[in-house]
């Protein structure tokens, strides 16, 4: 089957005998939770049929004059397609978790503004495997082993031995303790001063961190396949993500350098796809506006107030965002459609039980680097995203 822990979307894990093999801890951690604090079908806290539940989440969504859709980066592409249809149909907002994790990358890839490839063709081919601002050992601990740093490859019959790791970090991470021999890890006070560093390197000047930059360069320019990962800590560093991706392309004038996001939600960049075939644009979508704006991010529209119903899938925000902004979702009609009782499921208006994309239920999922993913689940369940969103759908 294949795990949906995280965005690796791993399709070597079996279930053998009710023990999970293959799976990484994050994994395991998944499937040997699976059947605990299972969400139930409430209205008021009240327990009801499944029915009743999706009949007063229509009208809790048709009878808004402001309602708000957020989640789904755990859940299929086709799942996906139809909340994108209720947004549509209800002229509503809809986001994900992108809008404040990598969304900007999967964007300057969806719009080819920098070069991006498989990680079929990373294992195969990269001599340089960088990451930056990127920890995979606690994000998606498979990351290394099953496609970037360690196995072995067409062109890389060494495996690591064969390859040249950068590390970019403010710390010491597990993943920059690993650069010792073919490896340089670059500790950086700010991400921004590296990125002019490379930019004046580029330009034949010195910079900041121009011996670890000269060394980068020099290794990137062995190969014609290297590879850059990059993480939160690189969307939280640099003050303008703009001038990372012209430095990317500035670097693919000397070198071939593909980036590729390294690890997020399951089906993250699935969600930034659907609703980018769509729209044009990724995340943070008014359908009233028919435009995205920073403006219409899930946790902006509730620090002003702006809405006044959401439907949540696959998301707990009451755990997730801060409680200042979160704690306003008590103030508003929520629905939410989840396989575990979460803390937002506690408070919500409605809660529509669900089963767990890729363990319970079949479906596409799209993977960090875009290649899609078909999920063979241990048990095929009938109350699934899809068929609860089709259902909300049909009522409204
Ligand atoms: S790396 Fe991610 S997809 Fe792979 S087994 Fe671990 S949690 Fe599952």
């Not at 093999?21 to 327990?47: H, P, T, W």
């Not at 190969?223 to 939280?236: E, H, P, Q, T």
């Not at 119903?309 to 200042?324: K, R």
């Amino acid at each position: 089957m294949i795990c949906t822990g995280c965005s690796c979307l791993c399709d070597d894990v079996e279930i053998r005998d009710g023990k999970i093999l293959n799976a990484c801890y994050r994994g395991y951690k998944v499937y040997s939770k699976l059947s605990e604090n299972r969400a139930r079908a409430l209205v008021d806290r009240r327990e009801v049929s499944v029915d009743d539940a999706i009949e007063k989440a229509v009208e809790i969504l048709g009878q808004a004059k402001n309602p708000a859709l957020y989640g789904f980066d755990t859940t299929t592409v086709e799942a996906q397609e139809v909340a994108v249809k209720i947004a549509e149909k209800l002229n509503a907002f809809i986001d994900d978790n992108s809008s404040f994790c990598l969304g900007e990358v999967v964007e300057a890839i969806l719009k080819k503004d920098v070069p991006s490839t498989t990680l079929e063709d990373v294992r195969d081919q990269a001599y340089v495997i960088f990451y930056w601002g990127a920890n995979p050992y606690s994000s998606a601990p498979r990351h290394m082993s099953k496609f970037t740093y360690y196995p072995r490859g067409m062109k890389r019959l060494k495996g690591y031995e064969d390859r040249f790791l950068v590390v970019v970090d403010v710390r010491r991470s597990e993943t920059a303790k690993l650069a010792k021999k073919n490896a340089i890890f670059i500790k950086v006070e700010s991400d921004d001063e590296l990125v002019e560093s490379f930019n004046l390197a580029l330009e034949g000047k010195a910079g900041k961190y121009a011996k670890e930059v000269g060394t980068v360069i020099t290794e990137l320019k062995r190969s014609d396949f290297n590879a850059m990962f990059v993480g939160l800590g690189l969307k939280y560093g640099v003050r303008n993500l703009d001038g990372f991706f012209e430095m990317i392309r500035k670097i693919n004038r000397v070198a071939k350098l593909y980036l590729i996001p390294s690890a997020f939600h399951s089906n993250m960049r699935g969600f930034n796809e659907v609703l980018f075939e769509k729209t044009g644009s990724i995340n943070k979508f008014s359908f009233k506006e028919q435009r995205s704006d920073k403006l219409f991010a899930f946790t902006e529209l509730l620090k002003r107030d702006e809405i006044d119903a959401v439907l949540l899938l696959g998301t707990d925000p009451l755990s997730s965002i801060p409680f200042e902004i979160s704690k306003k979702i008590m103030r508003i009609k929520t629905v939410v459609v989840d396989p575990k009782m979460s803390l937002t499921a506690k408070i919500a208006k409605v809660v529509v039980p669900s089963a767990f994309s890729g363990f319970e239920s079949s479906g596409t999922m799209v993977r960090s680097d875009g290649v899609r993913k078909r999920l063979e689940p241990i048990e095929e369940k009938e109350v699934n995203d899809l068929w609860i969103l089709k259902k909300i759908s049909e009522g409204l």
